[in-house]
């Protein structure tokens, strides 16, 4: 006979062994080093800056001939290829002048950062001999554990920060005045004012704000709340261009 108060108990360790199995894995991909993952952010901007090794002369073996807008250093730059906003060719970059048509790096968020390394020694990528295992390690981690979707937090047709204007002048006048000033045009050889920048290309503002600049004191702010690099966002929108 079939003993319903026998089976309770196993039925209710399943369930709690389910969960534990469906929560463990997502806590400890969140558990990541958030130093590791900034400084893997920082080595997908212009890695060649930090990483200890020349700048690359010519352009990158992987750079498409149907782009001849880019050539050189700036084409060795993981950004370059798969986008600030980490979508590629379903991004920003699917037109304009980086377009390329190459894949974003979205199919790795919450992979196994090893298999991102293997990708970087392979011969599309040929970054092997160019940086160090724990730099290659980081980017590992930042690419599949740091990616944010940037769509919940900039409007992509409008290009706006999804953010509270009032609130992110709170964080900007506290944290970013020393070094970028009251109207963003700090320090002086900065390429553009902050209030550009962030109407021209918000997922390139989103990402120094997480990640930092590489080479510069600039911090980090991925450890915060999400929302507060999207009110940075929003206020930096409304300063003078
Ligand atoms: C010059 C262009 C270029 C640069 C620079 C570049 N990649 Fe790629 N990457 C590619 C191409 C092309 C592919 C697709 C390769 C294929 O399909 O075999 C790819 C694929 C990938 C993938 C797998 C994506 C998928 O969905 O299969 C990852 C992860 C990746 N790159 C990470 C990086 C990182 C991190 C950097 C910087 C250190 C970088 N790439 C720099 C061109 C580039
Ligand atoms: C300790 C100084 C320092 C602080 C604090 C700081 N930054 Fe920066 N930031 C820099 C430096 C230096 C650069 C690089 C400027 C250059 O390229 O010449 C930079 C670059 C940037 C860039 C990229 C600009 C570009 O054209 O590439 C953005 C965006 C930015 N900062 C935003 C912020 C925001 C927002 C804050 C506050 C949350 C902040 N920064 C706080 C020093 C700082």
Not at 110 to 127: M, Q, S, Y
Not at 135 to 149: E, K, R, W
Not at 202 to 211: F, G, T, Y
């Amino acid at each position: 006979m079939l003993n319903i108060k026998g089976m309770i108990t196993p039925i209710a360790l399943g369930l709690i062994f389910g969960l534990f199995l469906s929560v463990v894995p997502v806590s400890s991909v969140s558990a990541a080093d958030q130093g590791t993952v900034a400084w893997g952010g920082k080595l997908y901007d212009k890695w060649f800056k930090i990483a200890g090794s020349a700048r690359p002369k010519g352009t990158h073996v992987a750079w498409p001939a149907s782009n001849t807008k880019k050539k050189g250093s700036a084409t060795h730059r993981c950004k370059a290829c798969h986008g600030w906003d980490t979508m590629g060719k379903d991004g920003a970059y699917a037109s304009g002048s980086y377009q390329t048509g190459i894949v974003g790096v979205r199919k790795y968020d919450g992979e196994n950062p090893a298999d991102v390394v293997a990708i970087l020694k392979d011969n599309t990528h040929g970054f092997a001999d160019l940086m160090a295992e724990k730099d290659l390690t980081a980017l590992g981690v930042f690419v599949t554990s740091g990616q944010v979707d940037m769509d919940k937090s900039i409007d992509r047709a409008s290009k706006k920060f999804i953010g509270d204007v009032a609130q992110g002048k709170q964080y900007y006048v506290t944290m970013c005045t020393n070094c970028h000033g009251v109207d963003g045009k700090l320090p002086k050889d900065m390429p553009e004012p902050l209030g550009k920048l962030s109407n021209k290309n918000p997922w390139e503002i989103m990402h120094k704000i997480q990640n930092g600049t590489p080479g510069e004191e600039m911090p980090a702010l991925r450890a915060l709340p999400i929302q507060v690099t999207a009110d940075v966002g929003a206020y930096l929108q409304t300063l003078p261009e």
